[in-house]
């Protein structure tokens, strides 16, 4: 069996092969990835293929599953804990990585389907043109406050009639007016392209069970149910809640020695489209779910400064709640008062 670590990168691959010792066979870098295949099934035995997840990384590791006996996507950030070191080249990574893999200690990350991979895009993908339209919406608010010009209530100017009385809108500077007609004509574009990329997104959702089941939480609507699904994707890929709360970020980041123990802001990791929507589904939970509202409530301990710390943390006991449910597969039900006060 040989040991193959791949740097790659988009004009080329590093490749570095051990043979069943351990020992360097063979040593390259190659132009493409259809080169990389080529010369592993050359080889005279089998492989197993080992490269850091990057932008492409699902299509890669199809590829290479057609040629290897196992392939494995090696977690970026976990790499860097494990090899620190300050002589960082293609070959060295390259090398490391085929190490890793041959005494069985790649820290790998899950590679879902190209289906799911493509609704995790898209999902993100809406993220990005809603805040977009955000940044359009805010510059006709701002240019409304530049000639003194009152806006409707917030709920108003964004319907049909309140663009239309925004179009029809009479400037003493034509600069004033093309800059509002142009940010009129992008709110309009961004707002058809949203009505696209959701309909395509319900289109997909209402064949997938999982938002049915997260969608009878109070509160969570089908777009907080998608991007939860889709990035948790298997939910028995996860032992307990506590990793699922760590893959999404949501737990503090800890520095702690001897008797010491520090706990700093969350770690950000994983999507941030879904910790977005999960702290918007909070704000809807509470409202209409009994059980999420004394949640919070005990966390915030009727001090209002605590806020910001409470709904992060309801954030991630919805999440937890989320996976149970997924991998149970029940639908919502409402806890008692003593329960809650017990979770």
């Known amino acids: ?42 080889l005279p035995t089998s492989c197993q293929v080992c490269f850091e997840a990057s932008t492409g990384y699902g299509f890669i590791f199809e590829t290479l599953l057609g040629v290897a006996h196992h392939v494995s996507v090696a977690h970026p950030g976990l790499l860097r804990l494990i090899y620190r070191s300050k002589s960082k080249n293609d070959r060295a990574d390259a090398l490391k990585l085929a190490k890793l893999m041959y005494i069985g200690e790649v820290p790998m990350v899950h590679v879902p389907a190209a289906q799911t991979r493509a609704w995790r895009e898209l999902i993100t993908f809406r993220r990005r043109v809603v805040e977009k339209r955000t940044r359009a919406k805010n510059g006709i608010r701002g240019l409304l406050r530049s000639v003194g010009i009152k806006a409707p209530p917030r709920g ?9 009385w ?36 319900t289109a997909y959702g209402d064949q997938n069970a999982a938002i049915g089941i997260l969608r009878s939480i109070p509160g969570v609507g089908i777009r907080t149910a998608e991007a939860v699904a889709a990035f948790i ?18 737990v503090p980041s800890q520095d702690q020695s001897g008797n ?32 999420i509202k004394a949640y919070m409530h005990r966390i915030m301990r009727d001090d209002p400064g605590r806020r910001k710390i409470a709904i992060v943390a309801t954030a991630h006991y919805l999440v937890r709640v989320m996976w149970s449910m997924l991998k149970n597969q029940t639908l919502w039900k409402e806890k ?6 017990m979770t």
């Open 1 to 42: 069996m040989y040991h193959v670590g791949l740097d790659v990168h988009s004009n080329y691959i590093t490749v570095c092969i051990l043979n069943h010792e351990g020992k360097l066979d063979h040593r390259c870098t190659l132009s493409s990835l259809h080169e990389v295949v080529d010369l592993l099934q050359r």
């Open 260 to 291: 010491k123990n520090r706990l700093g802001h969350i770690t950000r990791e994983g999507s941030a489209t879904v910790r977005h929507l999960l702290t918007e589904a909070v704000w809807q939970a509470t409202r209409r779910s009994p059980t």
């Open 233 to 250: 994707d298997d939910p028995f890929r996860f032992p307990n809640s506590k990793k699922l709360g760590a893959y999404f970020g949501l």
């Open 156 to 164: 108003q100017l964004w319907t049909l009639k309140g663009i239309k």
């Open 336 to 341: 008692t008062q003593q329960e809650v006060s």
């Open 166 to 201: 925004l179009a029809e809108l009479e400037w003493d500077n034509a600069m004033h007016s093309l800059k509002r007609d142009m940010l009129i004509e992008e709110i309009r574009s961004l707002t058809e392209q949203l009505r696209r990329i959701e309909k395509e997104l």
